[in-house]
C-alpha cells in the first residue's frame, strides 16, 4: 500500500476548481476518473507512473513550469516514480 498524496483545494466556484497536489517520493492519488476537462501545471519536475485501466502503465518525466491538459473521463492512479518530492497544480474547468 502507497501512502497518499497530499491534496490542498486553493479555488472551488461555478466555474472552476484548483487543487495543489503534492507527493512524496512512492506517493500517489489512488484511482479516480476526471468529471471535467482540466489543466495541469507542474511545479517541479515530476517523474509520474501512471496507472491506466485493463492493467496498463506508463512513465512519464515533466519538467517543472510545464502545463498540459486532458479531457473529462480520464481515469488513472498518479504515482510519484521519482526519488524527489514532486508538486502540480490541477485547474478542473466546470
Known amino acids: 500500500m502507497r501512502p497518499a498524496c497530499t491534496a490542498t483545494q486553493v479555488i472551488d466556484d461555478a466555474r472552476v476548481r484548483v487543487t495543489r ?5 512512492g506517493a500517489e492519488t489512488g484511482w479516480h476518473r476526471h468529471g471535467f476537462d482540466y489543466v ?6 515530476c517523474e509520474m507512473l501512471l496507472e491506466e485501466p485493463g492493467g ?3 512513465q512519464v518525466t515533466i519538467p517543472a513550469g510545464t502545463a498540459y491538459r486532458r479531457t473529462e473521463g480520464v481515469e488513472h ?5 521519482g526519488t524527489a518530492p514532486m508538486s502540480f497544480v490541477e485547474v478542473e474547468l466546470k
Do not use: C, E, H
Open 21 to 25: 497536489f503534492d507527493f512524496a517520493p
Open 40 to 45: 495541469i501545471t507542474t511545479l517541479t519536475d
Open 77 to 81: 492512479n498518479v504515482v510519484n516514480a
Open 56 to 58: 496498463g502503465s506508463r
